[in-house]
C-alpha cells in the first residue's frame, strides 16, 4: 500500500512538473574595435576604442513558464555595459525589465521595454538598426531628447517605461502597441506594424507627452519598404520627427530619407551599401548626408568580424537630429571614419 502511494506521489509531482515547465536562459552580446576619423567633432583625427560597433554590448535573462493549454509566463531583464572599461550603465536593467503572458490571443506584456515602433522600424532600416550608422541615431534624437529633454517614461526613444504592451503575428502580419502610463513622467503612445515575405512592409508611430500635461513634445512616424531577389536585398525608408519646446513652439521638423542594398557575397558574408539624407524643414542650413559601405564576416554562428566605411558631409549648422553617426560629425566638412571590429554572442 505504502509503495503505491509513493508510486502515486511521484506520479502526481511528476506531471505537475510537466505541466508547468520554465526554463532561463543567460544570454549575452560583446561588441569592441577601433574607430578612427580624420576629423573629430573637436580637434583633429582621433583614434578610439568603440562599444558597439554594429551590436550594443548587452547581457540578461530571459524565461518562461509553460503554464497549460497554450498559455505562457515570460520574463526579460537586460542590462547594458561598455567592453573597452567593463563599465555597467548605473540602471543594472536600463533596457528590459518586464514580465507578461502569451498564447493564442498573442502577447501581453508589462514593465520597461523596448519601444514597439522601434522594432517595426527595424524591419526596413537600410542598416536594420545598427548599433552605429544607421536610422537608430536619427530615430533616438528626434524622440524628444534634444529639445526639452526625454520624460521619464521615454528612454531615447527606444526604451519605455511603465509601459503596458501588446503585440500579436497573424501570418506575415506582425502588430504591436504600447502605453506608457504617464504618473508624473508623461505618457507615451507607441505604434508597430510589420508585413514579411519577399516584399517587406513597416509602419511606425511613437509620440510623447511633456510631464505631467496631455501635451504632444515629440512624435515619430516611419514607413519604409523592403525587396529580396536572390543575394540581394534593397530596402527604403522615410523617417519624419516633430519636436516642441515647453511652450508647444515647435522646435524642429527632421526629414530623414534612408535607402540601403544587403549583398549576401556567401553565407558568412554580407556586404552593406546605405545612404541616410537628414534635413529639418524648420532650419535649413541642418542637414547632413551620410553614405556608408561595410562588410559582415561570420567567423561562426556566435562570432562575426566587422568593417565599416563612412563618409558624412554635415553642413554648417547641423545638429544631431539629421545625422545617423553616433555623437554626430565635423561640421562644414567632409568627415572619413573607419571602423573595425568584433562582436560575439553567447
Excluded: C
Excluded at 59 to 70: V, Y
Excluded at 221 to 246: E, H, Q
Excluded at 329 to 343: M, P, R
Amino acid at each position: 500500500m505504502k509503495l503505491k502511494l509513493m508510486a502515486g506521489a511521484a506520479l502526481a509531482l511528476v506531471s505537475g512538473m510537466a505541466a508547468a515547465q520554465s526554463s532561463v536562459t543567460v544570454y549575452g552580446n560583446l561588441d569592441v574595435g577601433v574607430l578612427t576619423r580624420n576629423h573629430a567633432p573637436v580637434g583633429s583625427a582621433s583614434t578610439t576604442m568603440a562599444n558597439g560597433g554594429i551590436s550594443p554590448s548587452v547581457w540578461g535573462f530571459r524565461g518562461s513558464e509553460d503554464l497549460g493549454g497554450g498559455l505562457k509566463a515570460n520574463f526579460n531583464l537586460e542590462g547594458h555595459f561598455y567592453v573597452d572599461t567593463g563599465v555597467s550603465d548605473p540602471r543594472l536593467f536600463r533596457r528590459q525589465s518586464n514580465i507578461g503572458l502569451s498564447g493564442g490571443f498573442g502577447t501581453v506584456t508589462l514593465g520597461n521595454m523596448y519601444s514597439p515602433a522601434i522594432l517595426a522600424f527595424a524591419a526596413t532600416d537600410p542598416r536594420g538598426l545598427r548599433e552605429n550608422f544607421s536610422g537608430l541615431y536619427s530615430w533616438a534624437y528626434n524622440s524628444g531628447a534634444l529639445t526639452t529633454g526625454n520624460n521619464g517614461n521615454n528612454d531615447v526613444g527606444v526604451f519605455l517605461q511603465n509601459a503596458i504592451a501588446y503585440s500579436n503575428t497573424i501570418g506575415p502580419v506582425g502588430v504591436a502597441a504600447s502605453y506608457s502610463i504617464s504618473e508624473t513622467k508623461g505618457a507615451v503612445y507607441s505604434l508597430g506594424a510589420t508585413y514579411a515575405g519577399p516584399v517587406s512592409l513597416s509602419a511606425a508611430y511613437q509620440s510623447t507627452n511633456i510631464p505631467n500635461t496631455s501635451d504632444r513634445m515629440s512624435s515619430i512616424y516611419t514607413v519604409g519598404a523592403g525587396y529580396t531577389m536572390g543575394a540581394f536585398t534593397g530596402k527604403l525608408n522615410y523617417l519624419r520627427g516633430l519636436n516642441k519646446d515647453v511652450n508647444l513652439v515647435e522646435t524642429s521638423k527632421v526629414d530623414m530619407f534612408g535607402l540601403g542594398i544587403d549583398w549576401k557575397t556567401a553565407s558568412n558574408n554580407t556586404v552593406i551599401a546605405a545612404a541616410y539624407f537628414g534635413k529639418d524643414k524648420d532650419h535649413s542650413s541642418d542637414k547632413t548626408n551620410t553614405f556608408i559601405l561595410s562588410d559582415e564576416y561570420a567567423l561562426s554562428k556566435r562570432t562575426t568580424l566587422y568593417g565599416q566605411l563612412v563618409y558624412a558631409k554635415a553642413n554648417a549648422g547641423a545638429t544631431l537630429l539629421t545625422t545617423v553617426t553616433a555623437g554626430g560629425t565635423t561640421l562644414d566638412t567632409n568627415t572619413g571614419l573607419l571602423n573595425v571590429g568584433i562582436k560575439h554572442s553567447f
